[in-house]
C-alpha cells in the first residue's frame, strides 16, 4: 500500500536530509531510484523511492537491504537516461532544505550544486501523475525521471510548482500514520513490510515497459498517417481555385488559339481589372482544356472531403489508443496479479501486418488506402498467393496484358473514384498500352476471380467485373510513382 501524506511527513521526520551530500544514483526499476546520501556525522546510506504504483513510498534502505538487487542496479543504471543525467549534474550536491506540502505526497528537495541552486520534486503518487522532477532555481525543468510532453514534463519547460506555504485542499484530515511496532522506527517498519515485493514488482515494471513501447509505437504509426492525411488534405484544399479556374475557361473558349500553351483571360471574379494566365495542354482542344480542369477539380476535391474524413477517424482511432494502455496499464492494489495477466496477454497479440512487410511488388497511397502493383506475371501470381484477401479490389487494364493492381480494403469504408481512378492509372501504366491516351480497366473484388488451371503464371477469369474508362494523366501518375509516399519493394 502507497503511503499517505501523514506518513511520509513521518518518513521526512526520521531521515533528517539537510546537509546530507548526493553521492551515486541508481535505478532498480522504471520506477524506483535509490540516492546514496553523505553525511558529516554519519556513514554513508541510501535513500529508497518508488512512485507511480500501489507501492509508492520512500524510506531509508537498511545497510544489509536487497544486496542481490544492487548488482542488477548497477547493470541496468549505466544505461538509463535520468541515472546519466544525476552523475553529471547533482553528484556532490549538497541538501539545503526539505518541504512537503501539507495535505499532499508532494516533496520539495532544495539543494546546492556546482552550477547553482535548484530543486528536486518527488510527487509519491500511485497514478499517472507521479514523477521526480529536477528543476533550476527559476524552475525550469532540467530533467524528469519520466518524460511526459502531454503534461509539459520534460527538459525546458516551466515546471508549476504549487505555493508549499498553503495547505493542499485535498481530504487531508481522514489520513493518519498506521500503526508499527515501538521497537523499531516508521522507515524501518516501511521497508519490512515491502521485503517481498521486489521480485514480483520487478516482473511487472518489464511487463509494463514493453507495453509502454507497444503504446508508443501503435501511437507514432498514428501520427504518422495524420500527418500524411494532413498533408494530403493540404495538397488538395486549392480545388475551389481549380473550379474558378475551369470556369474562365469554359467562358473564354474563343479566346483559345490552336496549339496555345497559356492564355491570358480578365478574372471578372475581381473588381481590379486582374488578369489570370492559365497554362494549357496545346494538344488538347479548348473544350477538353477546360474540362481537364473540372475533372482535377473534382478529383481535389473528393480527396480533400476524403481526408478530412480519414483524419477524424485517426483523432478517433488515437485517443481511443491512448484510452485504452491508459487502462490497460493502470494497476491497482487489489489487482495486481491480475494486472501481470492482462499485460501479458496484451503483449501476445500480433500486430497486424503492414503493407511495407509485402515482398514483391510496388506499394503506393492514395486517400488513405494502398495500392499495390504487379509489375509482371511473377510478382502478379506473389501477390495474389501473398498480399490481398477476398475483399480486396483487383484492377487490369481491359483485354492487354500486363499488371494487376489491388486496393486493400479497409472494412467499412467505400473506396472513393479519386483512389479507384488513380489505380487505375497505374493499371493502364503498368499494361501494353501504357503510352495510349485513353483505357478500359476492369475491376472486382479477389474472391471474385477463378485462376485458369494449367494456365500460365498468375492468369485469372475475373466475374462480378465492372469496367471503368479511363484518360490517361501522365502527370498523376508521375507524382504516384515519384511521390514519397511508399517505397518500391524489392
Known amino acids: 500500500m502507497s503511503l499517505n501524506w501523514r506518513e511520509i511527513e513521518k518518513i521526512l521526520s526520521e531521515l533528517e536530509l539537510a546537509g546530507c551530500r548526493f553521492g551515486r544514483m541508481t535505478q532498480p526499476t522504471f520506477s524506483s531510484v535509490v540516492f546514496e546520501l553523505y553525511a ?11 512512485i507511480g504504483n500501489q507501492d509508492a513510498r520512500i524510506h531509508r534502505l537498511s545497510s544489509d537491504a536487497r544486496p542481490k538487487e544492487d548488482e542488477k542496479v548497477r547493470k541496468m543504471g549505466k544505461k538509463l537516461r535520468f541515472v546519466q543525467f544525476f552523475h553529471a549534474q547533482l553528484e556532490g550536491a549538497i541538501i539545503t532544505a526539505v518541504k ?13 550544486a556546482g552550477w547553482g541552486n535548484g530543486f528536486l520534486f518527488i510527487r509519491l503518487y500511485s497514478g499517472a501523475g507521479a ?13 524528469v525521471l519520466l518524460r511526459r510532453p502531454q503534461r509539459g514534463e520534460i527538459p525546458g519547460k516551466l515546471f508549476e510548482s504549487p505555493d508549499f506555504s498553503i495547505p493542499s485542499t485535498s481530504e487531508a484530515e481522514r489520513f493518519s500514520v498506521r500503526d508499527y511496532p515501538s521497537s523499531q522506527d516508521f522507515n524501518s517498519f516501511i521497508e519490512e513490510s515491502h521485503a517481498g515485493d521486489a521480485i514480483q ?5 518489464i511487463l509494463r515497459s514493453r507495453l509502454e513501447d507497444q503504446r508508443d509505437a501503435a501511437l507514432a504509426d498514428i ?19 481549380l473550379k474558378h479556374t475551369a470556369d474562365l475557361l469554359a ?17 471578372w471574379s475581381r473588381e481590379d481589372g486582374h488578369e489570370m494566365t492559365i497554362a494549357l495542354d496545346p494538344l488538347a482542344s479548348p473544350s477538353d482544356n477546360a474540362q481537364a480542369y473540372y475533372d482535377k ?75 499495390i502493383a504487379g509489375r509482371n506475371a511473377r510478382e502478379n501470381d506473389a501477390l495474389l ?41 497505374l493499371s493502364v501504366y503498368f499494361s501494353k498500352v501504357r503510352t495510349a491516351t485513353h483505357a478500359d480497366v476492369y475491376y472486382t473484388q479477389v474472391k471474385y476471380l477463378k485462376r485458369v488451371k494449367g494456365g500460365k503464371l498468375g492468369l485469372v477469369i475475373p466475374t462480378q467485373e465492372k469496367t471503368i474508362h479511363v484518360k490517361v494523366d501522365v502527370s498523376r501518375v508521375k507524382e504516384l510513382l515519384q511521390g514519397g509516399e511508399a517505397d518500391d519493394i524489392p
Not at 512537503?100 to 546546492?112: K, M
Not at 467562358?251 to 478574372?267: E, N, P, R
Not at 510496388?362 to 495500392?371: A, K, P, Q, V
Open 201 to 205: 514488482q520487478d516482473a511487472l515494471d
Open 385 to 425: 498467393r501473398t498480399a490481398v484477401k477476398g475483399n480486396d479490389w483487383w484492377m487490369h487494364t481491359r483485354d492487354v496484358p500486363g499488371g494487376y493492381v489491388f486496393i486493400k480494403n479497409i472494412q467499412g469504408k467505400t473506396i472513393p473514384l479519386p483512389v479507384l481512378l488513380d489505380a487505375a492509372q
Open 40 to 50: 558529516p556525522d554519519r556513514a554513508m546510506w541510501r535513500l529508497f523511492i518508488e
Open 297 to 371: 477539380y473534382r478529383r481535389t476535391k473528393g480527396a480533400a472531403e476524403h481526408a478530412e474524413r480519414e483524419l477524424e477517424q485517426l483523432e478517433r482511432r488515437r485517443n481511443e489508443t491512448l484510452d485504452y494502455y491508459t487502462d490497460l496499464l493502470r494497476v491497482r492494489e487489489e489487482d495486481r496479479r491480475d494486472t501481470k495477466v492482462r499485460l501479458s496477454r496484451a503483449l501476445k497479440k500480433e500486430p497486424a501486418k503492414t503493407p511495407k512487410e509485402i515482398e514483391t511488388g510496388i506499394i503506393r497511397t492514395s486517400g488513405g488506402f494502398t495500392l
Open 223 to 241: 501520427e504518422s498517417s495524420i500527418r500524411a492525411m494532413e498533408r494530403r488534405k493540404a495538397e488538395n484544399e486549392q480545388h475551389e481555385s
Open 100 to 112: 512537503q506540502q501539507e495535505g499532499d505526497r508532494l516533496v520539495r528537495i532544495s539543494f546546492r
Open 131 to 143: 514523477n521526480i522532477i529536477v528543476t533550476g532555481e527559476d524552475l525550469i525543468i532540467k530533467d
Open 251 to 267: 467562358s473564354h473558349i474563343y479566346l483559345i488559339g490552336k496549339g496555345a500553351q497559356w492564355v491570358t483571360i480578365k478574372d
